[in-house]
């Protein structure tokens, strides 16, 4: 089934209806996710939580997730995506439930451990194997690098309005006489509803029948075992790394250092969000030029370096301005590595490769939210982020290093 006029101005060539689908349940999941992602440490802060509480809860949130993504997509190739796709939406309502209606430490770390909750700037969940193995075959192997992007640019898009929204419950709590952590909750009840409007576009999603030429393999990851398994494990070292400055923790840190309203707060990650999305759509005109890999480290590196620097930076407007710096580049590299992952997987193994990438990449980031929150409650001076920009540089020499010369990594028609 193909695009219907109005959204083929929108989506690669290639791309079918299922395209169009997928995109918007992801708009919807990332205008929730912005929410939250700037209002769970000034939420959890309101009801008393230390640095380190803060810490361990994201840590719950993407340790639950990476242990969760892993079942779901090694699981995948033996069951309807459509069908995992919504229980997912359920579980998300559920988890918005629960965090606006619980108050306690011990509740709210088992429900972030369970649930769907996104402290993050991306995409860290259970639906990203389920979407990318769907959003590959909802077009053609040469458009996959401008899908990934236009996805990730309407995401962002829908992210950083989330993001801006963020700032609602000051505002309402003074409308209303309400206390601040009661507005608060509201953003939860938000990201429930969310999950909804979500479940409603998966059920539309056509089921490709299984051929001989796509049929599920006995196992998970036969033919691709190797490859995916030296990406995995550099892309944990990158996550890791990342880890130290996912969103939540980033907005702490903006909070601690230099007094960051939730609505200065809401306005930076609205900005940061914009460029890290508009950068996106580059990605794949330059890996035209110098192949997915090149354009995966040569826009990651000057990125990271930014970040080490807006460490060092003793004022808000300089730390911010090399902040926004780096996310005008830190986001190139994800269609890139996105399309290159489909790309040296065969396609019944998709599902499998984007959860065994992605799930050391949730556990990589999961293990360094505690840390950061650790290292933010001895001192506000900017060491989660020195040690990020560290790790993930770090990350970008081994992976040029290793996958340089892939006999693959092209971008062109001919490559196929």
Not at 278 to 287: D, F, I, K, V, Y
Not at 387 to 397: N, T
Request: charged share 15%.
């Amino acid at each position: 089934m193909r695009q219907a006029p109005a959204t083929r101005r929108l989506l690669p060539p290639s791309a079918t209806a299922d395209a169009g689908r997928l995109i918007a349940a992801r708009m919807v999941r990332a205008f929730a996710d912005g929410i939250v992602s700037v209002l769970l440490p000034a939420h959890l802060t309101a009801l008393g939580f230390s640095a380190l509480e803060i810490g361990a809860i994201v840590t719950g949130t993407l340790i639950g997730s990476a242990v969760l993504t892993l079942g779901v997509g090694l699981l995948a190739h033996g069951h309807s995506p459509r069908r995992l796709l919504l229980a997912a939406c359920a579980l998300m309502a559920a988890t918005g439930i629960c965090f606006a209606s619980a108050s306690g430490f011990a509740p709210l770390l088992v429900v972030a451990i369970v649930g769907t909750l996104n402290p993050t700037a991306g995409d860290v969940s259970v639906f990203l194997p389920l979407e990318q193995s769907l959003l590959a075959g909802a077009a053609e192997p040469w458009d996959h690098p401008d899908l990934y992007a236009r996805t990730n640019v309407a995401a962002a898009a829908a992210a950083s309005l989330g993001a801006l929204a963020s700032a609602f419950p000051e505002p309402l709590a003074r409308a209303t006489g309400a206390p601040l952590s009661d507005a608060m909750r509201a953003g939860f009840v938000i990201y429930a509803l969310a999950a909804l409007v979500a479940a409603a576009l998966y059920a539309r999603l056509r089921s490709a029948p299984a051929t001989p030429e796509t049929a599920s393999p006995r196992r998970p990851l036969e033919r691709s075992r190797r490859v995916v398994l030296r990406l995995a494990a550099l892309f944990s070292l990158d996550s890791f790394g990342g880890g130290f400055v996912v969103q939540s923790l980033l907005a702490l840190w903006l909070f601690q250092r230099f007094q960051f309203s939730l609505a200065d707060a809401a306005a930076f990650f609205f900005v940061a969000m914009i460029l890290a999305g508009l950068s996106q759509l580059l990605s794949p005109r330059l890996a035209t030029r110098i192949g997915l890999v090149r354009t995966m480290v040569y826009t990651h590196v000057p990125a990271n370096a930014f970040l080490i620097v807006a460490a060092l930076m003793p004022t808000a407007p300089l730390a911010v301005t090399f902040l926004l710096l780096r996310n005008a580049l830190s986001s190139m590299d994800v269609p890139a590595r996105q399309a290159f992952v489909m790309r040296v997987v065969p396609a019944e193994e998709r599902a499998a490769a984007a959860s065994v990438t992605n799930v050391p990449r949730s556990l990589g980031s999961g293990l360094a939210p505690l840390l950061s929150g650790a290292l933010l409650a001895r001192s506000s001076f900017g060491w989660p982020l020195l040690v990020a920009g560290a790790l993930k540089i770090s990350y970008d020499l081994l992976l040029l290093m290793a996958f340089r010369h892939h006999e693959r990594d092209r971008t062109d028609a001919t490559a196929w």
